[in-house]
């Protein structure tokens, strides 16, 4: 039987006893500062995160650069997952196609050969079918990698190194922005132009103390990639990139084409023949998909939210063209963009949040002016470590030249040494005061080399040493010539980007957009006659034109007529449930006449046991007397009955089993009330004591001992109290002298003049 080995250690011994709260927060908080700092946020130095930094340092050392060929992106994924960046190959990829579109990035990092997606939506080809290099902005951001510049840190597992950060002089952060969500915290900040933000360093560099507004004069704002117009204010730009949070509301361009009208030209509208025009889009905001876009506007004209647009068509090649046609010659230009602003992407917000890590790796939110002046200050500290690198080449380098000079004055004993000694470098150091370097490089010439070894060219090159050593020393000593150093690299930058070059000039237009044209969604609604029909089990239809409402209607078998109404399809329609809540809809929404229509449930949400008791045309002077089968009513303005929502608006408040049982409008001359009970006792009282509200129980009409309200009305009281006869007479009674009834509010009545309707209703 084999013996259990006692040697190893029980695994249960390793276990701690630990609170899991604090052993759940210590963990999460590693992983918080994990994603913070190599993953989301990006670094102020070079603007890049690890995984793009990556990226382009294994393009680097696969030697892609702008003038060589190009690689299969299977390659560069392959070697940055497999040296640098232990994760997805299809996260990394990602990455890499963002850095290759020119629609996504300001500035390109990456030039791409094959499908790298593009700005309809549609994803890129697989990275086994494109290939890569890098672009002359990347590498003029990886400028100077070899000079001493930055810190390399070992890669995840250790065998090889990686820099810390790139010590290009091109502003990356602000020139192609970023965006990232972290743990408890997030980043987002726009492209911009480099001219622009060169020219806001220089200012800061010659005067550090410069007031914000001075920088916004250089400095105008966002730059993006895909153009378009930002349209705020300069003092809500201002404020934003002082702060280093806000947003901007940014917008599409309307292009104009053979306008026949300079105004027309300026508003970008495109005049056709027989005074017809439309909308031609150019420009679409950034991170805007063209193609969701184009469906936006196609679904808001089927869901006739868009009336007075009649065609959205995509003429777009290399450029974006995008024609949008209206219904007729006669649309408002302006309104026609107001509303597909506000119903479509284009015009959307874009949140500026300058959260970056700065050169000790923390979080922070920054302002221009203090973004701008750690940058500065990196710069400089890159600017100082490659002259103390300069420095050390040219000592190293002058001790061989002196050594070499040493060498060609004693030639000849040099020579004799070298054959006559077995081991001639002791000697030779000894006998000409040589360091080890000196000595071994002296052994280590070739003899063809020393024809070349001329005096006045090694004193030269000590010269030309010296001169430059001087300077860096000068230039150390100095932080003026450190700074005047960098202006200059800046300004040779700025010739590069200027804004007279293809690739500088700005993109997006900073235009204060006018006062935002106030129009309602009624407004781009053709207006025409239709009959509104409403079932009693609630199916809803609109047939078009003003046809006799006491016609017959077709129904579904065991449905009948309940409401039928004269409308326009401009109009709203209030529905009130017997319940106290009243739903608003639409008339242009309804379906049409052919069939039996559709359930109003399936566009509102009406409670199954509620019953609709009144339809009633919504106008802005209209005032509706409400009144519950328990004798309480109030006056409202149809005004406060619309409803935004589908769940509609709770207008009367009820108790226990009561009903809303009366809706009834209220004509401008009516100056009394008349209700009538269940036990037929009539009540009339002046209107002015019918209180008008916007929700509630109201007041009492009518006091009753046994049962409720049975109907409610209002009249002129000099006409008197009028009632239909009922039977085929259809003739209608009136009451002139109706004073014996009338009393105050409340009181219990009198039984009704003779010849009122058993039914105890007024209809």
Do not use: C
């Not at 890499?96 to 997606?117: H, S």
């Not at 056709?272 to 876009?293: A, D, F, M, N, T």
């Not at 449905?559 to 401009?570: E, I, L, R």
């Amino acid at each position: 039987m084999a013996k259990t080995d006692t040697t190893k250690p029980d695994p249960i011994d390793a276990i701690v006893d630990t609170p899991f709260d604090s052993a759940l927060s210590e963990r999460y908080l590693v992983y918080a500062l994990s994603t913070i700092t190599a993953r989301s946020l990006p670094d102020l130095r070079d603007g890049l995160k690890p995984v793009h930094r990556r990226l382009l340092w294994a393009m680097r050392q696969l030697k892609l650069n702008p003038t060589d060929a190009f690689k299969k992106s299977a390659r560069v994924v392959g070697d940055v997952i497999g040296k640098y960046h232990p994760h997805g190959d299809a996260s990394v990829y990602d990455a890499m196609v963002r850095l290759a579109q020119d629609f996504a990035l300001r500035y390109p990092l990456v030039e791409g050969q094959g499908n790298f997606g593009n700005i309809d939506g549609d994803n890129a080809a697989a990275y086994r079918y494109t290939e890569a290099r890098m672009t002359r902005t990347a590498v003029r951001l990886m400028e100077g990698l070899d000079e001493g510049t930055v810190d390399y840190v070992p890669t995840y597992n250790g065998e090889d190194q990686e820099p810390e950060i790139f010590p290009g002089l091109f502003p990356n952060l602000l020139a192609n922005g970023s965006s990232g969500i972290a743990v408890g915290m997030a980043t987002n900040i726009p492209s911009h132009n480099v001219a622009e933000v060169v020219d806001a360093t220089l200012e800061l560099i010659d005067n550090p103390h410069v007031e914000h507004a001075r920088l916004m004069e250089l400095f105008h704002g966002p730059d993006f990639a895909t153009g378009g117009l930002v349209v705020d204010g300069p003092e809500v730009i201002a404020k934003a990139y002082e702060t280093g949070r806000g947003s901007f509301r940014v917008r599409a361009r309307f292009h104009a084409e053979e306008a026949e009208k300079p105004a027309d030209r300026d508003a970008g509208i495109e005049r056709l023949g027989g005074g017809q025009w439309q909308l031609v889009v150019s420009e679409i905001p950034y991170q805007v998909q063209k193609g969701k876009l184009i469906e936006q506007i196609a679904q808001a004209i089927s869901d006739r939210k868009l009336p007075i647009l009649e065609d959205v068509r995509d003429e777009s090649d290399e450029k974006i063209r995008l024609v949008l046609v209206p219904r007729s010659r006669n649309v408002d230009p302006e309104l026609l963009k107001e509303s597909l602003y506000k119903l479509t992407d284009l015009e959307t917000r874009f949140g500026l949040n300058l959260n970056v890590l700065d050169a000790t790796r923390t979080p922070m939110v920054m302002g221009l002016k203090e973004l701008l002046g750690n940058w500065v200050a990196s710069q400089i500290d890159i600017l100082q470590r490659r002259s103390l690198h300069r420095l050390e080449q040219i000592a190293r380098r002058l001790e061989l030249v002196e050594g070499y000079i040493i060498a060609f004055l004693n030639l000849d004993r040099v020579i004799e040494i070298i054959r006559t000694e077995d081991e001639p470098k002791p000697l030779m150091m000894a006998e000409f005061g040589l360091t080890d370097r000196q000595a071994e490089a002296i052994l280590n010439m070739r003899l063809r080399s020393l024809r070349r070894l001329e005096e006045m060219q090694l004193r030269q090159e000590k010269d030309t040493l010296l001169k430059e050593k001087d300077e860096l020393d000068r230039l150390l000593a100095s932080p003026a010539r450190q700074r005047t150093r960098l202006k200059r690299e800046l300004a040779d930058l700025h010739k590069e980007y200027g804004p007279d070059t293809p690739l500088g000039r700005r993109r997006t237009s900073i235009e204060e957009a006018a006062p935002t044209v106030e129009f309602s969604m009624d407004a781009m609604i053709e207006k025409e006659p239709i009959t509104v029909i409403l079932s009693q089990r609630g199916w809803v239809r609109g047939a078009r034109g003003h046809v006799p409402l006491d016609q017959d209607f077709k129904f579904k078998e065991g449905d009948g007529p309940a409401f039928a109404v004269h409308a326009q399809t401009t109009d709203k329609l209030l529905l009130a449930a017997d319940n106290g809540r009243f739903f608003t809809l639409g008339a242009d929404k309804l379906p049409g006449a052919r069939g039996f229509g559709e359930p109003l449930r399936n566009t509102l949400d009406i409670d199954a046991e509620a019953q609709i008791v009144a339809m009633v045309l919504h106008s802005p002077e209209q005032r509706l007397l409400l009144a519950a089968s328990t004798g309480k009513g109030f006056a409202a303005a149809t005004g406060e009955l619309l409803a935004e929502t589908r769940k509609g608006r709770q207008v009367v408040n009820l108790k226990g089993d009561a009903k809303l049982a009366v809706v009834r409008p209220i004509a401008p001359a009516d100056d009394h009330v008349a209700v009538v009970g269940d036990n037929r006792k009539l009540v009339v009282f002046n209107l002015e004591e019918l209180p008008d509200m916007a929700r509630g129980q109201g007041v009492q009409l009518q006091r009753y001992r046994d049962g409720g309200m049975a109907d409610a009305r209002t009249f002129r009281l000099e006409d008197g109290l009028s009632w239909a006869m009922g039977g085929d007479s259809g003739r209608t009674r009136t009451e002139p002298e109706m004073w014996q009834w009338k009393v105050a509010r409340g009181g219990a009545g009198r039984m009704p003049p003779q010849g009122f309707p058993r039914d105890n209703t007024f209809d």
